[in-house]
């Protein structure tokens, strides 16, 4: 059966946030660092879409759920291909790429054990080095952590 372009694959949602864009193999991750695995909230997702961007994708949609920079950064160093967009009464009200900003705060942990950050009330502070490699360098030890030593706070 062949789908007319207006048909949604995913249902639409009335007010809160649809993530779209997100690399198909990202999807999991995403649900997890945003704790919407156990948020009440209503949730459809979907993954392995078609996208012309990026060949296979995945979409999350949150009723009612608007997020935070710090949130917003978290999507951003996991998946920066994705697409941010805020829904009012079925309409988009707000839609943005995202964009790792220069330092983020609060959001990963430095994976030196020796790092100041993991021994003491002390706010971990990194500068991004590559936004698309993901290469974070630690304000305080200048350890480099890379996606693959990444952990989230």
């Keep these: 059966m062949k789908m007319s372009k207006k048909e ?23 649900i997890k660092i945003l704790n919407l695995d156990i948020c009440s909230n209503q949730i459809l997702f979907g993954t392995n879409l078609n996208s012309n961007k990026l060949g296979k994708k995945a979409i999350i949609k949150i009723q009612d ?3 935070e920079r710090h949130e917003i950064n978290k999507i951003a160093i996991v998946s920066p291909s994705a697409t941010m967009i805020k829904i009012q009464d079925y309409d988009v009200v707000e839609k943005f ?12 942990k430095c994976f030196n054990p020796k790092c100041i950050t993991n021994h003491e009330q002390v706010l971990q502070k990194f500068t991004v080095l590559d936004a698309d490699k993901i290469k974070l360098q630690c304000y305080y ?5 890379k996606e693959e030593t990444l952990n989230f706070l």
């Design 141 to 145: 030890c200048q350890k480099i952590t």
């Design 8 to 30: 949604l694959i995913v249902s639409a949602i009335q007010n809160g946030t649809v993530i779209d864009h997100i690399a198909a193999d990202k999807l999991f991750q995403v």
């Design 65 to 67: 759920k608007y997020f």
């Design 97 to 108: 790429s995202l964009s790792l900003p220069q330092t983020i705060e609060g959001i990963v």
